[in-house]
């Protein structure tokens, strides 16, 4: 063990010195890695006449505190390298400028305010002629950024801005336009993309949960994965399956020194094969931090395999941290590579004594399984809850459920792109069964994520992750003493009996007469208009698929009359398909001033166009159009968020005690057109999640004694915006904000209406 910690403690101190130094001016860095370096040279030169173990002990902090100089100084040269030069001033200036640039990751398509962002990290090589070598990121609006390949060379023309966040970079750029092909992927990089996607034309045939998942199992590969599937993984406790990590490199590791035994190479000859097997997988998977993670530790345990030496999991592991962080220092703040290395961490120190103490109850594959899966769990919990503010509850039994397929699923699939790379009819074949392996995993998922309480509410960021922490070490003192075990069980039936007796004298969710529901779904607008029994109208429907669903399944609704789509942005959009989930939508309302985008969200459906003063009533419902005020030219990819937002339904929901203005994201210029037709109303939902581009005699006009903001936790819109807060205060109405209460409930009660929050 102490041999262990000589190595890990090492990788601990890299780790936290490139995490400390992230975001530090340069200056400042290189002044503290000089210091560590000076404290290392005395602790390594100097003599001590004490006992071996002071020595010993004096020589380890030496090691740490090389170790801590030289990620410190990595980080300091590379914060030099990106604070100077040509790019970083046109950021600092907030300039436009055309620049030629090489893509280093591939891109990745995510909702935003104003539609879908691509996103993509590259090198600018040239820019205002000047030769650079810097990293990147990419923002861009047009798909052609979709289809570009990591190596492939691009000209572009984007607004330069300085980066937010403690990240090595040199600028993020706002790109305007496709992007300009100058040349073709490197070979390398062509030869992995051709295993891609003949993967991806192998699997075309299978049902399109396999289609989805496999390529994401096999190589990393979830271009095709449904964002509601996505979400589904998420909620089980599955994404990791969907992430190229440590597990698929050993299986692959397994496989290759298997076949080679089977070939009769020797101990000598078998680790290379391996070797090469393994920086195959790197590259066609994609370099990302958890398969970086795995390729070093892989690799490290190959070359002590033929060595000869005995291979210990700990000291592989640190040395894999250490060597990756000191060649990328950025990764030290990477979620991704912290949870790779905690997972694998959880296996090797806490999966080997809870498996021997399984063993004594349950069949010996049980207790192996169950404990690796906790193991795991338990290992990344802090990490994920303050990442996501959920505690996962099923998620052990759904990878307990999951697990006997992973491996299947994942020889078979490599098996099938191989194939597929020379005939693919034969890789058509191959995969079926691969397809039947990953069709368990998702309904896993599916079934996992559908279940009561599959996740519980956890305070997110770094106070969530001390809690989480907090409560492991009490229930391990628990479980270690059998008094506290008697008391914790008293508590917890006291507490049951609570719930259960506030379940029969409170009200549920939803709340009785509740009239219409703010849904949260991050940033991004779904409201929900009671229709009757089962029955809503839905207006908008959020950037993503799970959260609406889940908002609906919770109101217990399965009919949908009208759904309406404001405008064409992702944020009200792109979770279309949460709403049609289980559910029958009969019609669809969509904004006459389009350019077309929601209709390939309701492909089953003809969308209608709202027209003014049109009126739809369902049950005591009605629904009148109040804007947009005329018919105008249909909207094109070219036109900018506010002639999109302007554009936006503007409804006026009415029934007996109840009113509501549904304002879409209309900004100034559309509210002061419509400012002399608004009416008195019980409820208003704010204009564009509460941005500043309010017109005081549109929110005057309408009276209203509840406002309702539908809004992200900490989005980077900086909604809703303080000034808008003022002019709600001054219009004296109450401020109901879905990033502080969650979903949000209007009902009538015998006082009038009041909003009740279900969180």
């Not at 992230?22 to 003599?47: D, F, K, N, Q």
């Not at 789509?565 to 669809?588: C, F, K, Q, W, Y």
């Not at 002399?676 to 509460?690: I, N």
Request: hydrophobic letters at 50%.
């Amino acid at each position: 063990m102490r041999a262990d910690l000589r190595l890990i403690a090492p990788a601990l101190a890299t780790w936290l010195s490139a995490a400390l130094t992230l975001g530090l001016p340069p200056t400042l860095t290189y002044t503290l890695a000089v210091s560590a370096a000076v404290a290392a040279l005395y602790c390594l030169t100097t003599r001590v006449s004490r006992t071996d173990g002071s020595k010993g002990r004096q020589a380890l902090v030496g090691v740490v505190l090389t170790c801590a100089a030289a990620s410190a100084g990595g980080v300091a040269l590379r914060a030099t390298a990106v604070g100077t030069g040509p790019v970083r001033e046109l950021a600092r200036a907030g300039r436009a400028a055309t620049a030629e640039a090489v893509v280093t990751g591939d891109p990745q398509a995510k909702p935003g305010d104003r539609g879908q962002m691509i996103i993509l990290r590259a090198r600018v090589e040239v820019v205002a002629r000047a030769r650079v070598r810097v990293p990147v990121l990419l923002i861009a609006g047009h798909p052609h950024w979709l289809h570009l390949v990591p190596s492939q060379h691009v000209r572009l023309v984007g607004r330069f801005r300085t980066p937010h966040k403690a990240e090595l970079l040199a600028a993020v750029v706002i790109v305007r336009g496709p992007p300009t092909v100058l040349g073709a992927p490197s070979a390398v990089q062509r030869a992995a993309e051709r295993v891609r996607a003949r993967l991806r034309a192998a699997v075309e045939h299978l049902p399109s949960d396999q289609r989805a998942v496999l390529p994401g199992l096999v190589v990393g590969d979830t271009s095709r994965l449904d964002p509601e599937l996505a979400e589904d993984f998420t909620t089980a406790g599955l994404t990791h399956l969907l992430v190229v990590s440590g597990a698929n490199l050993a299986i692959v590791i397994g496989a290759v020194l298997g076949l080679c035994r089977l070939m009769g190479l020797g101990r000598r000859r078998a680790p290379p094969v391996a070797v090469l097997a393994v920086l195959c997988f790197v590259v066609i998977a994609r370099p990302e931090p958890s398969v970086l993670r795995a390729a070093a530790m892989g690799l490290i345990g190959l070359l002590a395999l033929l060595t000869g030496r005995q291979r210990q999991g700990l000291p592989a592991l640190g040395a894999a941290v250490l060597l990756l962080l000191l060649i990328d220092p950025a990764l030290a703040r990477s979620y991704g590579f912290a949870l790779s290395v905690l997972a694998t961490g959880g296996l090797l120190v806490l999966a080997p004594p809870w498996r021997e103490r399984l063993a004594r109850r349950l069949p010996g594959p049980l207790a192996d399984a169950l404990a690796v899966t906790a193991a795991a769990e338990v290992a990344v919990a802090p990490v994920l809850v303050m990442l996501s503010g959920e505690l996962g509850v099923v998620s052990v039994f759904a990878n307990l459920l999951a697990a006997p397929m992973v491996a299947p699923a994942t020889l078979l699939g490599a098996l099938g792109a191989i194939t597929a790379i020379v005939c693919l009819p034969a890789a058509r074949i191959l995969v079926l069964p691969a397809g039947l392996a990953v069709g368990w995993i998702a309904w896993v998922a599916r079934t996992a994520a559908a279940l009561p309480y599959a996740t519980i509410p956890w305070t997110a960021g770094g106070l969530g992750a001390v809690t989480v922490l907090l409560a492991g070490g009490i229930a391990v003192l628990i479980l270690r003493s059998p008094r506290l075990r008697m008391v914790a069980v008293a508590i917890m039936a006291g507490v049951l009996v609570a719930v259960v007796s506030l379940r029969v004298i409170a009200p549920g969710w939803p709340p009785p007469g509740w009239q219409m529901v703010a849904c949260d779904v991050g940033q991004g607008d779904a409201l929900v208009l009671a229709a009757g029994p089962g029955q809503a109208v839905v207006v908008d429907a959020g950037p993503t698929p799970a959260p609406v669903d889940g908002c609906l399944r919770r109101l217990g609704i399965r009919d949908v009359p009208l759904l309406v789509l404001t405008h064409p942005h992702a944020d009200h959009i792109n979770g279309t398909s949460g709403v049609r989930h289980d559910r029958t939508v009969h019609e669809v309302l969509t904004t006459p001033r389009t350019s077309g985008r929601e209709a390939r969200h309701v492909p089953w459906l003809r969308p209608r166009l709202a027209l003014t003063h049109q009126q739809w009533t369902v049950g005591d419902l009605t629904l009148s159009v109040l804007g947009p005020l005329a018919m105008a030219p249909a909207l094109t990819l070219d036109d900018d968020g506010t002639t999109i937002n302007n554009a936006s339904i503007v409804l006026v929901a009415r029934r007996p005690g109840f009113s509501a203005l549904l304002a879409g994201d209309i900004e100034i210029e559309a509210q002061r057109a419509l400012a002399a037709m608004v009416p008195h109303v019980h409820v208003l939902k704010v204009p564009h999640h509460g941005s500043r581009s309010q017109d005081p005699a549109f929110i005057m006009a309408a009276q209203a004694s509840i406002s309702l903001i539908s809004v992200g936790k900490e989005n980077d819109y900086g909604h809703p915006s303080s000034s808008t807060l003022e002019l709600l205060r001054r219009a004296r109405t109450q401020v109901h904000r879905t990033d502080q209460e969650g979903d949000i409930a209007i009902v009538r009660t015998t006082a009038g209406l009041a909003a009740i929050a279900r969180t």
